[in-house]
């Protein structure tokens, strides 16, 4: 989640593009896709859940043991609280956190002011300081970037991934040693960064061609990644069965410019990503929590279209 947010903050001006309506709803998928990673969540293990679509497959708490982040606990102890009245599938969950419904009655599920307790958060671990900044008619609370650093850490492990042309996950692209799941939580940064509409600001130092190039390659990405279960996914379709709407047209634009998309070693890299998250996986096809994550990314895959 913070690192969503701090590839979307403006360096020297500390705020999210006012245009920018898909990150909040992106952040509120990332909520449940750390509860997963954490095994804190993961679908009901019911046979017959693959017959509806993984959108709407149920959720259920495994673990209601704290994971000492504020967000994360706020949300687990919701959805725990709710199995006691009924369970919700995915898509359920992220609408109601993000406040994306017209029941009064589940109004309390949204999660409010997500944005601002990150940012205060990376303030308080010396990545963001906090300003004031007047904006003609209101003063408002700005972040401006303080540890550079940071940031371009950051974006060297998006750039790594997404410019990769060999089957072998670059470690640059990777999280820290003893990260569970680094792979696949490096899958879910460029997926939600790029539904969230704040991956343009990682490709500051690439050429035009190189920028075209590497959303490309997330659009295959995310294409092979909202596909359960992983791998199954045709090879002539994987590029567009989830792609956004923006996805879809600079994957238009590119086929007409005779570009199409990522070639064989494109794929290549691809399907190395896949088999090195499927050996994260426990219990193979029935990882319920990695099937979790991936009806998330399902349903971020169709921001453009659900806003």
Request: aromatic share 6%; net charge neutral; charged share 30%.
């Amino acid at each position: 989640m913070e690192e969503v947010l701090l590839l979307g903050i403006k360096d020297k001006q500390g705020y999210l593009s006012f245009w920018n309506d898909n990150i909040s709803y992106a952040l509120r998928g990332c909520i449940l896709i750390k509860l997963a990673l954490r095994r804190r969540i993961a679908l009901v293990r019911d046979p017959n859940r693959r017959c509806l679509p993984l959108a709407e497959r149920i959720v259920e708490v495994v673990d209601d043991r704290q994971t000492g982040e504020t967000i994360l606990d706020e949300a687990l102890k919701m959805m725990k609280a709710q199995e006691e009245v009924e369970r919700m599938g995915v898509n359920a969950w992220i609408d109601l956190m993000s406040g994306e419904t017209w029941n009064v009655l589940k109004i309390g599920f949204q999660l409010k002011q997500v944005r601002e307790r990150l940012a205060k958060g990376l303030v308080d671990k010396g990545v963001l300081r906090t300003e004031k900044r007047n904006f003609l008619l209101f003063d408002m609370a700005t972040h401006p970037l303080s540890d550079i650093r940071t940031k371009e850490s950051l974006i060297t492990r998006v750039v790594s991934l997404l410019t990769s042309t060999t089957s072998a996950v670059p470690e640059r692209a990777l999280d820290k040693e003893g990260t569970q799941c680094r792979v696949m939580r490096a899958v879910c940064l460029v997926c939600a960064a790029y539904t969230a509409s704040v991956l343009d600001n990682a490709f500051g130092r690439l050429g035009y061609e190189e920028r075209e190039a590497a959303f490309g390659r997330c659009d295959d990405v995310l294409g092979e990644f909202v596909v359960w279960p992983l791998g199954s996914s045709a090879s002539s379709n994987s590029s567009s069965s989830g792609v956004t709407a923006a996805g879809r047209r600079r994957h238009a634009s590119r086929i007409a410019s005779g570009a199409g998309t990522s070639g064989g070693d494109g794929r290549e890299s691809i399907l190395g990503l896949v088999q090195e998250v499927r050996k994260e996986m426990v219990g193979g096809d029935e990882d319920v929590a990695f099937e979790l994550v991936v009806a998330v990314l399902e349903v971020l895959s169709k921001l453009d279209s659900l806003l």
